[in-house]
């Protein structure tokens, strides 16, 4: 079902589908709106933490001196946010033991 070994959303959905007897629709609705409060929460500033599974973080960069690697000029670099993923202890576990 999957493509390229990617997790697709209609991956997901079909996962609630099977699993919760819910239609197709509701179970894309149900991703879609997970997906949309987390993305939501973030973009607040908040944190995403999913127990077992890992945490999203926003960090903020402040402004650096880069270096073009191609000609060695420096160039400064804006400050900005970023997100990372720091993935659970039970999550590193598992995927350690795939």
Do not use: Y
């Not at 127990?51 to 000029?73: A, I, Q, Y």
């Amino acid at each position: 079902m999957r493509s390229m070994n990617t997790l697709t959303r209609a991956d997901l959905a079909e996962a609630i589908n099977r699993k919760l007897g819910l239609s197709r629709a509701e179970s894309l609705t149900m991703v879609e709106e997970i997906l949309d409060l987390m993305a939501d929460a973030l973009a607040a500033g908040e944190n995403v933490k999913i127990s077992g599974f890992g945490t999203f973080l926003l960090r903020d960069k402040t402004e650096r001196v880069g270096r073009n690697p191609k000609t060695g000029v420096e160039v400064p670099i804006t400050p900005r946010r970023v997100l990372t993923f720091r993935a659970s202890q039970m999550l590193k576990d598992r995927v350690s033991d795939s």
